[in-house]
């Protein structure tokens, strides 16, 4: 009877000891920043869940943009200058605003996974989105 007992405890440790040295999975991003500008004080990367299509849509603003200086001229707004995908690939892009602090515009029937390249007021975010469906980048600057 001992003996059953001590192989029934051998077997139990044995099934621990086998469930504790898994290796744990990382869990990997959908969308991963290479580069973020230094004037860059915030850069959200999301997924909106309500959108199927294809899409990412990059919002810039400046926070000082449109405000008059005492002396010189009115600080201008966060401009995007161009946007280079060196993975993956986007048919148009389509201008949503522009106003005195920022704009946004879209870029339409991207190809996932997409790594883009995107010159803001001389700044450069370098981003990778690897999920398909309607993405939002929004970036904030002070200058």
């Keep these: 009877m001992k003996l059953?007992?001590?192989?029934?405890?051998?077997?139990?440790l044995l099934s621990v000891g086998s469930l504790m040295s898994q290796p744990k999975e990382k869990v990997e991003k959908p969308y991963y920043i290479y580069e973020k500008g230094q004037a860059m004080n915030k850069v959200i990367v999301r997924k909106?869940?309500?959108?199927?299509?294809?899409?990412v849509q990059i919002e810039v603003l400046n926070a000082s943009g449109g405000t008059a200086l005492v002396r010189g001229p009115i600080l201008a707004g966060a401009e995007i200058n161009e946007v280079?995908?060196?993975?993956?690939?986007?048919?148009?892009?389509?201008?949503?605003?522009?106003?005195?602090r920022g704009e946004t515009i879209q870029l339409l029937d991207v190809v996932f996974p997409v790594r883009l390249r995107i010159n803001i007021s001389g700044?450069?975010?370098?981003?990778?989105i690897k999920e398909?469906?309607?993405?939002?980048?929004?970036?904030?600057?002070?200058?």
Excluded: D, H, M
């Design 4 to 12: 059953i007992k001590y192989i029934f405890l051998i077997i139990i």
């Design 123 to 128: 700044q450069f975010l370098e981003v990778e």
């Design 48 to 55: 909106e869940l309500r959108g199927t299509e294809n899409i």
């Design 84 to 100: 280079i995908p060196t993975q993956g690939s986007f048919n148009l892009i389509r201008q949503i605003s522009k106003s005195g």
């Design 132 to 143: 398909v469906g309607f993405w939002k980048i929004a970036v904030g600057l002070t200058q």
